[in-house]
């Protein structure tokens, strides 16, 4: 089927006719479905910031380890373009393991890039760190879940998502992942049910299959005006927002203070989803917006001065050890702060009361000659309590999280307000320097709140035939 792949994705944002279809996007897009998709480990990272940027870190190369691309001949345009391929590594080099995990890896940030980008879901949630709206307390005791969840940005119903990924997508993992996402009565509701399969034969692809449970709720306007106005009104939805995006709001706040820049985009980004088919992001080279208001710009102007000039002023930074810059609005910035400091107070609620704590959890003893000749030692816990232990922990987290809903709301609501009228000076005690990441060698892309750029000769990667 994929020599049939040849028209374009019909329907931005919203859910196409059965087809086959040739969709085209950029790695900063990928990226950004890499850093947002996965369990919510926020809690767990709060108290050492730095870790956010080892986290990025895991998830980004792996991608650039084992996936590169190359001119082909494809039915596009000109009859030329670009495909994504598995590296020869993958394919001959690697273990079943290392295939297995990238498998994983791959499937769900291909799942978060196409629900996202191609069909508009809202940010969505690991299965494993929450319960969906509407769903029954039988969700959290069942053992086969779909991996993920979320609100779609324009008609607000529920998506359940399940993603599949390896070097061959058979029928039988299809199956499996048919099941999971059949969760009966544990989701009364109307929802819809995603299956997201990305297979590397050959090159990479992805098998999307939709069932509708019930009747969708009615499209509105179009995601990018959405998510603007629910931002402002929707309490919940900034809340995933935030949770989202707490990766990165870690690794700044971890950074000392003098790396860290800002960085002038457009107030009046266009709508991603008209311009570009399966955009997460917009790629700032071509916004001449941008460019016209960083030429208005001296290079001594602050955050203020790109205010004043109608523009957006991102708090940014290099990431050390990769080749990614990284950041945030004001006013994401503040929301995420108001809520690391609820996370911050149920992690420590949670220590106080729980019986065992996170930090006394030492690691299973070394593996050595003979094990079964050496005495436990003090603090040490075998496999099985730990698993039981972490499993009570999400419980808890969870429990937690469902009870104080409208203190994590009230916090992210405050923190996003406040940002919309203070200075960078109030949030990290410094005036930080403009930068323009493009003159260094960067490709650009933001949203309204969030910003990403990867360095130019990072994504060189076109490689002649194995």
Known sequence: MLSQASQAWPTPADMPPDGNYLVTTTWRDILDAAVTVGRDIAPWIAAVPQLARREIL?????????L?????????????????????????????????????????????????????????THAESAIPPGALTGWKHSKSLPDLFGTHSSTSDLWLV?????????????????????????????????????????????????????????????????????????????VELARA??????????????????????DSLNDIASRRTGGLVQLLEGDDTTSALRRGLDHEATGSDIVQQEGIDMLTARLPGTDLMIGMSRRLFGACRGLAGAEAAMVAEIEETSGMRHSELRTIRPLI?????????????SERRYEKHLSERHEQVRG?????????????RRGFTAGKTSSWERFIEITPQLTSPAENGYLEAATRDTYLAVEQEALDLDTGAF
């Open 58 to 66: 895991a998830r980004r190369y792996p991608l650039s380890a084992y």
């Open 68 to 124: 590169i691309r190359r001119q082909a001949v494809v039915p596009h345009q000109d009859g030329v373009g670009r495909e994504v391929v598995p590296s020869v590594v993958y394919t001959h080099g690697t273990e079943n393991s290392t295939r297995s995990a990238f498998g994983y890896h791959v499937g769900m940030t291909m799942a978060e890039w196409a629900c996202r980008g191609l069909m508009g879901l809202g940010p969505t």
């Open 162 to 238: 399940e993603a599949k990924g390896g070097r061959v997508l058979g029928s039988h993992s299809r199956r499996k992942g048919a099941r999971q996402l059949d969760v009966g009565s544990l989701v009364p509701g109307t929802h819809q049910k995603v299956l997201c399969g990305t297979s590397l034969q050959r090159r990479l692809f992805m098998m999307i299959d939709i069932e509708a449970d019930g009747s969708a709720a009615e499209k509105t306007d179009s995601p990018m005006q959405v998510d603007d106005e629910v931002l402002e009104h929707d309490d919940d939805a900034l």
């Open 245 to 266: 995006r707490m990766l990165t709001y870690l690794a700044l706040v971890s950074l000392p203070r003098g790396s860290l820049t800002v960085t002038a985009v457009s």
């Open 369 to 381: 000659e003979d094990v079964a000749t050496v005495p436990a030692l003090p603090g040490d816990v």
């Open 400 to 412: 937690y999280r469902d009870r104080r809903r409208g203190d994590f709301r009230q916090a992210a």
